[in-house]
């Protein structure tokens, strides 16, 4: 059976410190990106066909309640609504309503929110999404369907029920589409329906490139997109489409999606917001490699032998020293308060583990430990998560009172890499991809770098090459298993069991334009600068 019906359904923050032209332009931004993503789930369906796992996930969200059908998008609502309630109980889902279209208009809409604050999800048909919104302007519906959300249900959408979800609504058009105002259940996003079938790629490319700071989903006939809190999945016999808007520094792109596939919603906001910064982030904002005060330790990973733990403490203050350890490189789900077995050993004043992300890091707690503290600690895990925790806080100031106060910074992994300026396979949704837009800030402890961990015992040299070749004023240092750099001003000291590996653009002067680096890590290793354990040399005399 071929019904049209709706299914409802990702900010690049600031670093807060050496950004000025991102501090300015994200002020163009209402609200700061919550990592987390929403509330309930959406479903998005691109019109034609609707898929089978539609039906199923609205009949499993019942919770025996009722399904509201919000059947305004057609020029004959009730029949509409008719064939609506028809498809649903096809699919064995008889408990639906939908509010008669013969009632006057205020009764309509009370009597529609009076439905939706009883109800745990919603059907929207398709039709005309400027109808939609036509039908229920002045009212508090979109209000009343992020409560539903918000309390865990789920709002579903076809064709002109999906195009309502963003806030930048498509209304009307071709090539030049007509822009009106959507429900803004999918933040950042413009949405587009029929895709593929009605060649609309060019007119989903106008919009955003009318509107740089969101990302453009453009939905296939017989698919959908399934939006559950940050992960946004293709099901149905189609596929689906990203765009992003062309920047200064970076081309236009459409991303395509198979049924399975999946992208994660919060870089592709944090995507578009970047892009319309236009602030390339390959560029080298804060200055020279060099720690202007205090001191880095930076561990690749692996084992933690006594000389890289006695040094940290040492620099920390020795016995007096007070340690505080965040953890939060893992999913909260994860995170632990244990602290650590390598600073377990009773050597110091003090040791406190702090798992608080966002807003959370306002707690007396958290910035009396950070104010104390002679030295911090970054976990392992994945270094997405530590932007998600602290970007767009007061914890990355503190963070750098530390090193203000001659303190030390130290991390190993992800709380390696996490140090640098450009920061290298910060995808949610999987470590393999080096320079993931969106997630392509790091802390900045030590300027105009990228650091990889794992080096050498993951085969990952040709890995950074990539991102050097890119990016060419940046210094990438590659980090061994049970080494470490110690950073004080701009010397870097090699301690540990192996060792630690630089590479810049002057390195691969025998690269042409465009070559691709070498396919083997034998022959990608010769463009290293290599210095073992014991070692030390100047990063500003290596770019």
């Known amino acids: 059976m071929r019904r049209s019906i709706p299914i409802v359904g990702l900010l690049i923050g600031t670093i807060g410190f050496g950004l000025p032209r991102m501090q300015s332009a994200e002020s163009r931004f209402s609200e700061p990106i919550q990592p987390d993503g929403i509330r309930g789930t959406l479903v998005l369906v691109g019109g034609g066909e609707i898929p089978d796992s539609v039906p199923l996930l609205l009949k499993e969200s019942q919770n025996n309640q009722p399904i509201v059908i919000l059947a305004g998008a057609s020029e004959n609502p009730q029949a509409s609504a008719e064939s609506a309630t028809a498809w649903l109980a096809e699919h064995g889902i008889t408990n639906a309503i939908s509010i008669s279209s013969a009632l006057p208009k205020s009764e309509q809409v009370q009597a529609t929110m009076q439905a939706l604050e009883q109800c745990n999800a919603v059907w929207i048909p398709g039709g005309q999404q400027s109808l939609l919104a036509d039908s229920f302007v002045g009212s508090n ?96 016999q189609g596929g689906a489409s990203v765009v992003l808007a062309k920047a200064s520094y970076r081309d236009a792109e459409v991303q395509l999606l198979s049924a399975g596939d999946t992208v994660d919603l919060t870089q592709l906001r944090r995507a578009a917001r970047q892009r319309s910064f236009g602030v ?52 909260r789900s994860e995170t632990s308060r244990e602290v650590p077995r390598f ?33 911090v600690w970054f976990g392992g895990g994945r270094q997405w998560n530590f932007v998600d925790a602290y970007e767009e806080t007061p914890a990355l100031e503190l963070f750098r009172d530390v090193l203000r106060r001659g303190g030390v910074i130290g991390g190993s992994s992800a709380g390696a890499t996490i140090q ?16 993931a837009e969106g997630y392509e800030r790091g802390f900045g402890f030590l300027p105009g770098v990228a650091i990889d961990q794992h080096f050498t015992q993951r085969s990952r040299q040709r890995d950074l090459l990539t991102v050097i070749q890119r990016h060419p004023k940046l210094l990438g240092i590659g980090i061994d298993e049970g080494t470490a750099i110690v950073v004080t001003g701009s010397v870097a000291e090699v301690i540990g069991l192996h060792a630690v590996h630089f590479v810049s653009a002057r390195n691969l002067n025998a690269l042409s334009a465009g070559q691709s680096v070498p396919s083997n890590c034998e022959e990608a290793a010769k463009f290293y600068k290599s210095i073992v354990s014991g070692e030390s040399l100047d990063l500003t005399t290596l770019q």
């Open 280 to 331: 390339d982030p390959g560029e080298t904002t804060l200055g020279i490699p060099k720690v202007r005060h205090g001191s880095l330790m930076i561990v690749g990973g692996g084992t933690m032998p006594p000389e890289i733990v006695e040094r940290f403490l040492t620099l920390a203050g020795g016995r007096k020293a007070k340690i505080v350890v965040l953890p939060t490189g893992v999913p």
């Open 343 to 375: 600073l377990k050993a009773d050597r110091v004043e003090s040791v406190v583990v702090l798992d608080q992300r966002g807003a959370e890091v306002a707690t007396e707690e958290f910035r009396t430990a950070i104010q104390e503290a002679t030295g």
């Open 420 to 435: 640098g300026e450009f920061l290298v396979r910060g995808h949610p949704l999987g470590n393999t991809v080096m320079m």
């Open 141 to 236: 519906v979109a209000a009343a369907l992020q409560k539903l959300l918000e309390r865990g249900g789920v709002v579903a959408g076809t064709s002109a029920g999906a195009a309502i979800m963003s806030k930048v609504m498509i209304a009307s058009g071709q090539e030049q589409p007509q822009i009106a105002v959507g429900w803004d259940l999918l933040p950042d996003a413009v949405i587009d329906q029929h895709f593929t079938e009605r060649n609309r790629l060019v007119r989903l490319q106008a919009a955003i490139n009318d509107h740089p700071n969101c990302f453009g989903l453009g939905i296939d006939e017989a698919t959908a997109l399934i939006v559950t809190e940050r992960t946004l999945k293709v099901v149905g």
